[in-house]
Structures are given as structure tokens and as C-alpha cells.
């Protein structure tokens, strides 16, 4: 399969702070990247989907002021945590598709760890 | 938003036994997945079934695409300590421009040896 990255594993960090996490993909290039977010011992939820060049779309109840995306490239897509609280405690992950997400499935990152102190 | 259904919830078995978990949904799906996730990781993809009644297997694993394209189980036979994780139905839809991904609640398997 794909071979996806995150950046970092983990992070953890004080109430307050911004935390940048990356997300690329090292074989292909991903026309579409989505960031799922995924509570203990919960499923991953869809936060956004991300399309090279263009805007993110956030899913309801998520907000794109707080949670920035940025696909500036097509082998890389960052996600901001802005003013970092510890609600926002959770695994985040990415996933990349070659097209639009389609049947020829999503590629997973491994996840990085956010705990917010 | 859409959900779907997943049980069992958790599952201890022997090593050796075979396993069924089953996802459904009150929404069709236009693909069914299958992932396996292992603590600290991201889920990785084991099964995915294209059509309505789709029969396939991957292993010990044979997973199938309910006829109402609503409904998916997924089977390991045989099972053995590694197959320990968490296992995720997913549906596939098209929303919008691009295609979405709907998870399970997930079933927790674990193996005695």
C-alpha cells in the first residue's frame, strides 16, 4: 500500500498554544487528503477534507478557525491546532487518496498523539 | 451525522476460534472497508467490497457486502495471538466533490493463547 507520514508521533503541549501537525504522502501524489480525529477507545471521526490548491471542507460541528488546514502541495497537508485546549486531547489522523477518496480507497498515516496540558 | 452500527463491541476468544463481526446501517453504501488498527497506529486497510452480495476473502479473513448494501460482516478464521486489535467497519459515500469515509464504533478482538 501507500506509505503515508506523520509529523509528529506526538506532542504534547500547554493550554493556550498552536500545535502543527503534518501529513504527507511519500509515493504518490494526493489530490485529496482528509483528517479524521479519533477519541480513546472511540472510531475516527471526518474533521475535514482537504483538496490540493483549494479550501478545506469542514464537517458540521467542526471548526475551521480553530482546527487550519493547509494542502499546499500535493505530498503535503498540515493541520493547526490554534489555541490548543485540553478538550482538544486526542489522536489525529490523516489519510491520503490519489483521487477524490473514491473505491480506489484512502491511504492511512499512523497517527500523531495530542495531549494538551 | 451517519453512523453505523458495529458488534460485538469487545471479543475474547482462545486462540484457534473463528470470529464474526458484523456492521450495519440504516443508509446504503456505495463500498464497504474493513481496517485493523493496533494501538498508536493508523488503521490499515484489510477488505474492501464493491458490490452489493460481494464475497471476498483476504487469509483467514472473508468478508462480504450485504445484498441490501446496507449491512457488512467480517469473519477470521482460525484466529491466532496477532490478530489482537481493533477492528473497524467503514462505509464509503459520496459527499459532495469527494468520496467520505463513516466508521464503526469498532470491535475490540482479543486472543488468549
Known amino acids: 500500500g501507500a506509505v503515508v507520514s506523520q509529523h509528529p508521533s506526538w506532542v504534547i503541549c500547554k493550554s493556550g498554544t498552536s500545535v502543527k501537525i503534518e501529513c504527507r504522502s511519500l509515493?504518490?501524489?494526493?489530490?485529496?487528503m482528509f483528517w479524521y480525529r479519533q477519541f480513546p477507545k472511540q472510531s475516527l471521526m471526518l474533521m475535514a477534507t482537504?483538496?490540493?490548491?483549494?479550501?478545506?471542507?469542514?464537517e458540521q460541528g467542526v471548526e475551521k478557525d480553530k482546527f487550519l488546514i493547509n494542502h499546499a502541495s500535493l505530498t503535503l497537508s498540515t493541520l493547526t491546532v490554534t489555541s490548543a485546549h485540553p478538550e482538544d486531547s486526542s489522536f489525529y489522523i490523516c489519510?491520503?487518496?490519489?483521487?477524490?477518496?473514491?473505491?480506489?480507497?484512502?491511504?492511512f498515516g499512523p497517527g500523531t498523539r495530542l495531549t494538551v496540558l | 451525522g451517519q453512523q453505523l452500527n458495529q458488534s460485538p463491541q469487545s471479543m475474547f476468544i482462545q486462540e484457534g476460534e473463528d470470529v464474526s463481526m458484523n456492521c450495519t446501517s440504516s443508509?446504503?453504501?456505495?463500498?464497504w472497508l474493513w481496517y485493523k488498527q493496533e494501538p498508536g497506529e493508523g488503521p490499515v486497510l484489510l477488505i474492501a467490497?464493491?458490490?452489493?452480495?460481494e464475497l471476498t476473502s483476504n487469509g483467514r479473513l472473508t468478508a462480504q457486502f450485504g445484498i441490501t448494501r446496507k449491512d457488512s460482516f467480517l469473519n477470521i478464521s482460525a484466529s491466532i495471538p496477532s490478530d489482537v486489535g481493533i477492528y473497524f467497519c467503514?462505509?464509503?459515500?459520496?459527499?459532495?466533490?469527494?468520496?467520505?469515509?463513516?466508521f464503526g464504533k469498532g470491535t475490540l478482538l482479543t486472543v488468549n493463547p
Open positions: 509515493d504518490f501524489q494526493a489530490t485529496t
Open positions: 467490497l464493491y458490490k452489493a452480495g
Open positions: 489519510s491520503n487518496s490519489r483521487g477524490t477518496g473514491g473505491p480506489d480507497t484512502q491511504y
Open positions: 467503514a462505509g464509503l459515500r459520496l459527499g459532495g466533490s469527494n468520496y467520505k469515509l463513516t
Open positions: 443508509s446504503i453504501f456505495n463500498t
Open positions: 482537504s483538496n490540493e490548491g483549494s479550501k478545506a471542507t469542514y
